[in-house]
């Protein structure tokens, strides 16, 4: 998330709609974030996703967020959702290689499919790509998903 406008927090918001309307469980690392911090978006007003800023003006802390979302991963996700540019992010190649250890399934979230819910909202699954759709064949309704950055 480091380093996107405002810690691709529209992403996150968008892809975790569609999930949960899809009848998944969805813990979200940035919904979370908010909840942290006492119900203030943090994640906002902070378009160069500066995480230092983020730490000095709202006491955010790396450590509690990965400590959280690790430990939501370990007891209850049955899958990850990986947005593009994952790779990119420590926290979510730290979160990655979790899920491989533990055997969850993944899910990989195309720019084109982001690009979709970005523009249109959840309710236009009929432009989703290809793979997308036969990653969400296999996937079990109701399935435990945390999203990834």
């Not at 533990?102 to 793979?131: P, V």
Request: with cysteine.
């Amino acid at each position: 998330m480091t380093g996107h406008p405002n810690f691709n927090r529209e992403a996150f918001a968008a892809v975790t709609k569609w999930l949960r309307e899809d009848g998944h469980q969805v813990f979200s690392p940035a919904e979370q974030d908010v909840k942290r911090h006492d119900g203030v978006d943090i994640l906002a007003n902070n378009p160069r996703g500066d995480a230092e800023k983020l730490t000095k003006e709202h006491g955010f802390s790396l450590r509690h967020a990965l400590r959280d979302d690790l430990c939501w991963i370990a007891e209850h996700a049955d899958c990850l959702c990986h947005l593009p540019n994952w790779e990119a992010s420590r926290g979510s190649a730290v979160e990655h290689h979790l899920a491989v250890a533990l055997g969850l399934k993944h899910l990989y979230i195309s720019d084109e499919t982001l690009r979709t819910l970005l523009t249109n909202g959840s309710g236009q699954r009929g432009s989703m790509n290809l793979g997308v759709r036969q990653a969400r064949l296999k996937r079990k309704r109701g399935e435990l998903i945390a999203p990834l950055f």
